[in-house]
């Protein structure tokens, strides 16, 4: 089962995210579980999974972390026909 993890203090409509979440998951057959959390950071440290996040400090101290954001990035740009 693959986790989503928030930042609970961060987001100013909780439930409203991790309803939009389920939802997402829901349409793509993701096995997410969805948890809210005062303390994300450390949950992303400590439990050694794959991280996505722009945070250095989290960066520097998970285990392993995609860069979610220059894939985006750069499939967009492919879709577009640019240069990269």
Not at 43 to 52: D, P, S, Y
Not at 58 to 64: A, Y
Request: with cysteine.
């Amino acid at each position: 089962m693959k986790d989503k993890v928030e930042d609970k203090p961060a987001l100013k409509n909780r439930g409203k995210m991790k309803a939009l979440c389920y939802e997402v998951a829901s349409e793509n057959n993701f096995p997410w579980e969805i948890h809210l959390d005062n303390a994300a950071d450390k949950f992303l440290i400590e439990n050694n999974r794959l991280t996505c996040s722009s945070d250095a400090w989290i960066l520097n101290e998970c285990g392993s972390w995609f860069n979610l954001g220059g894939y985006i990035l750069t499939s967009y740009m492919r879709m577009e026909g640019q240069i990269i």
